[in-house]
């Protein structure tokens, strides 16, 4: 083992480098009293120095000032939650109920309501429905090659003022 390896295994290596490092400080005097100094300087930063008294008063204080508070769980929040599980249940299978069927599709397109029993069914056209979605894709295509065509604009006029000040002139 090396001199400059001693102290690092010792302190930060496996049991099998620490054993190692304790049987070169027993052979090498250099590395035994430097083991040495390190022990008394681990023991005197382990012990903390006594407060004065100023710092006990402050310690105090603080100790005093800032007394431990626990809040107790709050009585409510189960009642709200079992209200707005409630709420939802409503809107969901009650509200369809008591307010109708909606008889317009997005895009402003009427569907046919087909009534089989006491159930409303609704019959929407999926090709309508992947056309407004392809339509709205190319928009969004379109949106952000110029929102890129900007940002590159942006860059190049940001690149432009960087080199001018650098240079200070034209």
């Given at each position: 083992?090396?001199?400059?390896?001693?102290?690092?295994?010792?302190?930060t290596?496996?049991?099998?480098?620490?054993m190692?490092?304790?049987?070169?400080?027993?052979?090498?005097?250099?590395?035994?009293?430097?083991?040495?100094?390190?022990?008394?300087v681990?023991?005197?930063?382990a012990?903390?120095?006594?407060?004065?008294?100023?710092?006990?008063?402050?310690?105090?204080?603080a100790?005093?000032?800032?007394?431990?508070?626990?809040?107790?769980?709050?009585?409510?929040?189960?009642?709200?939650?079992?209200?707005?599980?409630?709420?939802?249940?409503?809107?969901?299978?009650?509200?369809?109920?008591?307010?109708?069927?909606?008889e317009?599709?997005?895009?402003?397109?009427?569907?046919?309501?087909v009534?089989?029993?006491?159930?409303?069914?609704?019959?929407?056209?999926?090709?309508?429905?992947?056309?407004?979605?392809?339509?709205?894709?190319?928009?969004?295509?379109d949106?952000?090659?110029?929102?890129?065509?900007?940002?590159?604009?942006?860059?190049?006029?940001?690149?432009?003022?960087?080199?001018?000040?650098?240079?200070?002139?034209?």
């Amino acid at each position: 083992m090396k001199c400059e390896d001693f102290l690092p295994d010792l302190e930060t290596g496996s049991l099998w480098r620490k054993m190692r490092a304790r049987r070169h400080a027993a052979r090498c005097p250099r590395c035994a009293s430097v083991y040495a100094a390190f022990q008394t300087v681990k023991i005197r930063l382990a012990t903390p120095e006594p407060l004065s008294r100023s710092a006990r008063k402050i310690w105090n204080k603080a100790a005093i000032d800032a007394p431990v508070q626990f809040q107790r769980p709050v009585r409510w929040a189960p009642a709200v939650a079992c209200l707005a599980a409630a709420a939802c249940l409503f809107i969901v299978f009650i509200g369809p109920a008591v307010w109708g069927p909606n008889e317009e599709i997005g895009g402003g397109r009427t569907a046919d309501n087909v009534a089989t029993s006491s159930i409303s069914v609704t019959e929407v056209d999926p090709i309508g429905e992947f056309s407004d979605l392809a339509d709205a894709a190319l928009r969004l295509d379109d949106e952000l090659n110029s929102l890129q065509a900007l940002a590159q604009r942006r860059e190049a006029g940001r690149e432009v003022l960087l080199a001018l000040n650098r240079y200070q002139t034209w």
